[in-house]
């Protein structure tokens, strides 16, 4: 098992650049979750999609963030044009099941650390 | 509107000693809850789960307590260990459309001093 696949690791660019965040689920997983993570306020759910469907962008923070999933086997976030507020690690993660219990959580990838100069 | 909080930002606890991890909501729909352990560079690990309708679940060093009055949860590891160094995220799930979705708290730093 892989794992969730996450790239690049680091990413830094300048201000109005477009960033682009890449995610391989899990095989056999039908839910994908983008998630950023800050000091301020730590995890927080961007979207997710269910069988490459989008089904909740309500916690994208501006239209600038756009996701896709065009097959089951990748997905990716994008920002255009970034800003410095941006910066933070972005995580991915999928799941198997509807039911977030011990038996079927959901799965991260290490990460993407994203700095917006 | 941080709807599950994580008060203390670090924990230092002797090697051997109890840990006790704190976490508080406040959605009372709220129908499970998580406690993931993170690395430095690595993506959050699931560590155990307790649903809204027991009190207590343990598995081995690790008991997570709920108090649904309260809104309170815990993570009680016992004896700790060096490498449960880490920041330890609880999470609360709801269902909507059809879905779990995760709201995190902001994390507490946990060090266990030898």
């Known amino acids: 098992d892989a794992g969730v696949i996450q790239s690049p690791r680091h990413e830094v660019t300048e201000m109005g650049q477009e960033v682009t965040l890449r995610c391989k689920p899990i095989s056999g997983h039908d839910y994908l979750f983008w998630y950023r993570q800050t000091m301020m306020r730590g995890l927080e759910l961007l979207i997710y999609f269910n069988n490459n469907v989008p089904i909740d962008d309500s916690g994208m923070p501006e239209d600038r963030f756009s996701a896709k999933m065009p097959n089951a086997s990748f997905s990716t976030l994008k920002i255009q044009p970034s800003e410095p507020r941006d910066s933070a690690v972005y995580f991915c993660?999928?799941?198997?099941?509807?039911?977030?219990?011990?038996?079927?959580?959901?799965?991260f990838g290490d990460g993407t650390r994203l700095s917006i100069l | 509107d941080q709807q599950v909080k994580q008060n203390s930002p670090s924990l230092s606890v002797q090697e051997g000693r109890i840990s006790i991890l704190n976490c508080d909501y406040t959605?009372?729909?709220?129908?499970?809850f998580l406690w993931y352990k993170k690395y430095p560079a690595e993506g959050p690990t699931f560590l155990i789960s307790i649903s809204s309708i027991k009190d207590k679940n343990e598995d081995g060093r690790f008991t997570v307590f709920l108090n649904k009055s309260a809104k309170h949860l815990s993570l009680h590891i016992v004896p700790s260990q060096p490498g449960d160094s880490a920041v330890y995220f609880c999470a609360a799930s709801v269902g909507i459309q059809g879905a779990q979705k995760l709201v995190f708290g902001q994390g507490t730093r946990l060090t266990i001093n030898p």
């Open positions: 993660a999928s799941s198997s099941h509807r039911d977030v219990n011990s038996n079927q959580p959901q799965h």
């Open positions: 959605n009372s729909m709220f129908d499970y």
